[in-house]
């Protein structure tokens, strides 16, 4: 069955540090993954997407995801973390299979201390 | 200009109440979708509309009415609220339904109570 794992709940940063947040998938065919941030009391924006080509993503406010076939990962990162970035991190991947969809993981709420 | 809208924002409500959430979107798309965001954040697909067809129905109770007057809005009938169904409401369009890779536009969600 097509999944998307987030195994990181909660992840708590100081501002300037990096950050690495991860996800997992199980998809049969080529997937298409995409990171959405959810600001509090906000809707989901879309951060970066990948389908084919370079996997390595850049997307907007400074994040970037790279994209591990072989071991079917989809990991967001950013070089230097800002107090703004507090938010909630989704991965997503889209299924074409049948009717498409997108399926999410469970989430990952970032903390950034100052 | 808001993209995606949804109305209310926030709905409190009685158990066996009917409720109505509205969703507009201002972006020219084909096909649109409900989620269901429950307390621990998972959000899970409920419908899909495209040029107004029911697409996506995922084994969601009888009691939730997807309605799609035309392309522009999709709203979201519940009848006889339970406990069960307090969530965060999602609506989303997106311009293609047979288009994998097109991303999705998110509405700011309707915070549901159920009491």
């Known amino acids: ?114 | 200009d808001t993209a995606v809208s949804q109305t209310p924002k926030y709905l409190v409500t009685q158990m066996g109440n009917d409720k109505s959430i509205k969703c507009e979107q201002n972006l020219g798309h084909d096909t649109m979708y409900w989620y269901k965001q429950d307390s621990k954040k998972f959000l899970k697909i409920m419908f899909s509309y495209n040029n107004k067809e029911l697409i996506i129905n995922e084994t969601v109770p009888n009691r939730f009415s997807p309605k799609s007057p035309d392309k522009a809005h999709l709203n979201l009938h519940i009848n006889s609220l339970e406990l069960g169904d307090s969530a965060v409401y999602f609506c989303a369009s997106s311009p293609d339904l047979a288009g994998p890779q097109e991303t999705q536009y998110f509405g700011p969600g309707t915070r549901l109570l159920v009491l």
């Open chain 1, 1 to 114: 069955a097509q999944s998307v794992t987030q195994p990181d709940i909660h992840i708590t940063v100081s501002e300037g540090a990096s950050l690495e947040l991860r996800c997992n998938y199980s998809y049969g065919a080529t997937p298409y993954l995409f990171w959405y941030v959810q600001s509090p009391g906000q809707g989901l924006q879309l951060l970066l997407k990948y389908f084919s080509g370079d996997t390595l993503v850049q997307g907007i406010k400074g994040f970037e995801a790279e994209f591990k076939r072989s071991q079917s990962s989809f990991n967001l990162r950013k070089p230097s973390v800002h107090w703004s970035d507090a938010a909630e991190y989704f991965c997503a991947v889209g299924t074409t299979s049948g009717t498409y969809k997108y399926i999410f993981g469970t989430g990952t709420r970032l903390k950034v201390l100052a």
